[in-house]
């Protein structure tokens, strides 16, 4: 039953990791495009990076990250490299909120 549990774990810690992974690498290429796009209008920016797509990507990280770091299994470094790749985008996506917030 141990080894059932721990290649469980160590399945769903990967499928987990692996998908924030993806994610973090599709979102930031996007985000780092369309925030230079945003971002260089003269009057400022009218326009907005939605953050919940980042914040899933770092959900699915941190999931991943746990039950590695639970079940002590190494398979946990996929998850950390989508959680920091994720951190990307919603800093893009942020700063644009906080760019358009707060008065010039």
Do not use: C, D
């Not at 769903?12 to 796009?37: K, N, P, R």
């Not at 953050?51 to 699915?60: D, H, N």
């Amino acid at each position: 039953m141990n080894t059932l549990w721990t290649k469980t774990a160590w399945g769903l810690s990967f499928l987990l990791g692996q998908a924030s992974l993806l994610m973090g690498l599709a979102i930031a290429v996007t985000w780092g495009f369309a925030f230079a796009l945003i971002a260089v209008q003269k009057n400022g920016p009218y326009a907005t990076l939605p953050v919940e797509p980042p914040l899933i990507g770092l959900l699915l990280g941190v999931f991943g990250w746990s039950i590695a770091h639970a079940t002590h299994q190494r398979i946990g470094r996929y998850a950390v490299a989508g959680m920091l790749i994720n951190a990307f985008p919603l800093i893009l996506a942020s700063l644009l909120i906080w760019q358009r917030v707060l008065p010039h």
